[in-house]
């Protein structure tokens, strides 16, 4: 069974202080990782995608690695701001079958002031 | 805004009656999702439409639901004899396959559900 396994489950940091999100999965076979960002009570909006061949992408304060021999994923976060406050899902495709979406349960991060 | 509408966004109902939701896709998207999500949990899958043709049912999706894509564009979802645990948030996704690193997958901002 294809499953997506994120830690830890909450996190609070100060603001400007730098955090590493992790994501572990179980899906066969592989297409592309994703993260996406979720305000509360709001859709999710992707950060970054990765395929096999990728090992880390950025996209400003966002840096995401992939090691697609341990299955795990990373989501760093640079600086942080008090807008970073948000739940991070990861979500993980698989390249056979049609509803190919697992998504992890997320990591609930509230930065502080 | 991501493109992708759904209304309503909030939805406060009594327990037995029917609720439906719409989805707008970005208009050149051809697959459609819809999701939910409970609070500290991430979205589950539940079924999708490639055009008009539902393709895909989870086993989540008991027969008070039923979804329609009736010309491929909008989508709805109604919940029929609404119980507490449907209380949920409702999510449309869509994009144009193929999936992969080039094509994003856009998300609504969901739609809210409250059973009482």
């Known amino acids: 069974k294809n499953q997506v396994e994120q830690s830890p489950q909450s996190l609070i940091i100060l603001e400007g202080k730098n955090c590493t999100l992790q994501?572990?999965?179980?899906?066969?076979?592989?297409?592309?990782l994703r993260w996406y960002k979720q305000d509360t009570g709001r859709g999710p909006v992707s950060l970054t995608i990765m395929t096999f061949s990728e090992n880390t992408k950025s996209n400003g304060r966002y840096t995401a690695t992939l090691d697609a021999d341990t299955k795990q994923s990373s989501l760093h976060i640079t600086a942080s701001q008090l807008s970073d406050s948000a739940s991070y899902i990861c979500?993980?495709?698989?390249?056979?079958?049609?509803?190919?979406?697992?998504f992890g349960k997320g990591t609930m991060l509230l930065v502080s002031p | 805004d991501t493109g992708v509408s759904q209304d309503p966004r909030h939805k406060i109902t009594k327990r037995g009656q029917n609720v439906t939701f719409r989805c707008d896709p970005i208009?050149?998207?051809?697959?459609l999702y819809w999701y939910r999500q409970t609070l500290g949990q991430g979205p589950e899958f539940l079924t999708y439409?490639?055009?008009?043709?539902?393709?895909?049912k989870s086993r989540l999706l008991s027969d008070r639901f039923s979804a329609e894509r009736p010309k491929g564009s909008f989508s709805t979802l109604e919940i029929q004899r609404t119980e507490q645990g449907d209380s949920a948030m409702y999510l449309c996704?869509?994009?144009?396959?193929?999936?992969?690193?080039?094509?994003?997958?856009?998300f609504g901002e969901g739609s809210w559900l409250t059973v009482v």
């Open positions: 979500v993980v495709s698989a390249r056979s079958g049609y509803s190919t979406l697992t």
């Open positions: 996704a869509t994009y144009t396959p193929p999936e992969g690193p080039g094509n994003t997958i856009y």
């Open positions: 208009s050149e998207h051809n697959r």
């Open positions: 439409f490639q055009n008009e043709a539902q393709l895909e």
């Open positions: 994501c572990n999965y179980t899906v066969s076979p592989f297409s592309n």
